[in-house]
């Protein structure tokens, strides 16, 4: 992902959020993915026709794309403590 093209939503410093446009797809950054293993799995089980990784739906078109889905997916994103989890990860980092 290369930042100066993406859309991208900070807390503190940390990406968090990022929407990117490649060749064939667009694409949803979601770091809070990676470390709360609830929302990727609401993901996984809503998220038909998303080409799925650890912290990223690919999709091809915001007009195919389930926006209920992704509004969803940011509220429950949202509801979780990311920096708690940034933080316990720059202390163990030390």
């Known amino acids: 992902m290369k930042i100066e093209s993406a859309l991208l939503f900070e807390e503190e410093g940390f990406s968090k959020y990022a929407l990117t446009k490649n060749k ?8 809070v993915m990676y470390g709360f293993p609830e929302v990727a799995a609401f993901i996984k089980s809503k998220g038909k026709g ?3 990784q650890k912290g990223c ?7 195919t794309a389930n926006m209920d889905v992704f ?13 708690a989890l940034v933080r316990k990860y720059k ?3 030390k």
């Open 71 to 83: 509004k969803k997916l940011f509220e429950l994103s949202a509801q979780q403590d990311y920096m």
């Open 57 to 63: 739906l690919n999709y091809k078109s915001p007009l």
């Open 24 to 31: 064939n797809d667009f694409s949803i950054h979601n770091m």
């Open 91 to 93: 202390k163990n980092k």
């Open 50 to 52: 998303l080409k799925i």
